[in-house]
């Protein structure tokens, strides 16, 4: 399996313009998290997914924010309009539900809001 | 609610020296404890976990972590440092039983000096 994968690695905007960040989680995984990393902030859980539902949205910011699951292979995390606070890395994570499993993490979007 | 400290922003040794990252945890219930690693640039990469068992746990690249009950920690350590191993290091717990999500904190850097 290759692993989480995330499109774009890197995504540069202006302020104002949507941003769709992507993410494929590895097959047969059943959960789904989305993670914002900043230096200041460090690791924040945005929202995570089970079985394509949204479980927990609490870490999303604002309704600027929003994420969906459409299917067990997909998803996306919409920012818009975006702004310049919004630059940080973005990160996707995938597991199968149960206490005993680890995530694993895609190589992560660097978004830059200009 | 769940949560995990790691007290240290960054922890400095000298290369074949033993290494030391701590973490404290909070929980009601059983711990379910990770360890993540992250090199720059890169996703989180799972190390080792604790879910039940050896309080001795062996993990990924010569890592291994104490779980203390007692003293509500779960440290990891390596008997000697490689310059590689200088990255950022996460402790987590899984909240809330299977669809819970990690918990991170805010993550330790390691520095290994030759």
């Known amino acids: 399996d290759a692993g989480v994968i995330q499109s774009p690695r890197h995504e540069v905007t202006e302020m104002g313009q949507e941003v769709t960040l992507r993410c494929k989680p590895i097959?047969?995984?059943?959960?789904l998290f989305w993670y914002r990393q900043t230096m200041m902030r460090g690791l924040e859980l945005l929202i995570y997914f089970n079985n394509n539902v949204p479980i927990d949205d609490s870490g999303m910011p604002e309704d600027r924010f929003s994420a969906k699951m459409p299917n067990a292979s997909f998803s996306t995390l919409k920012i818009q309009p975006s702004e310049p606070r919004d630059s940080a890395v973005y990160f996707c994570a995938s597991t199968l539900s149960g206490i005993h499993t680890e995530a694993f993490f895609g190589q992560g979007t660097r978004l830059t809001v200009v | 609610a769940q949560s995990v400290a790691q007290p240290e922003d960054q922890v400095n040794v000298a290369e074949g020296n033993p290494l030391t990252v701590k973490c404290t945890y909070s929980v009601s219930g059983n711990p379910y404890l990770f360890w993540y690693v992250q090199y720059p640039n890169r996703g989180l990469q799972f190390l080792l976990k604790y879910i039940t068992g050896d309080n001795l746990v062996k993990g990924s690249y010569g890592f291994e972590a104490e779980f203390n009950k007692s003293q509500t920690s779960f440290h990891l350590k390596k008997p000697s440092a490689l310059v590689s191993d200088s990255a950022l290091y996460f402790c987590a717990v899984r909240d809330k039983g299977s669809q819970g999500n990690l918990i991170f904190g805010k993550g330790t850097k390691l520095s290994v000096k030759p």
């Open positions: 097959s047969g995984h059943n959960s």
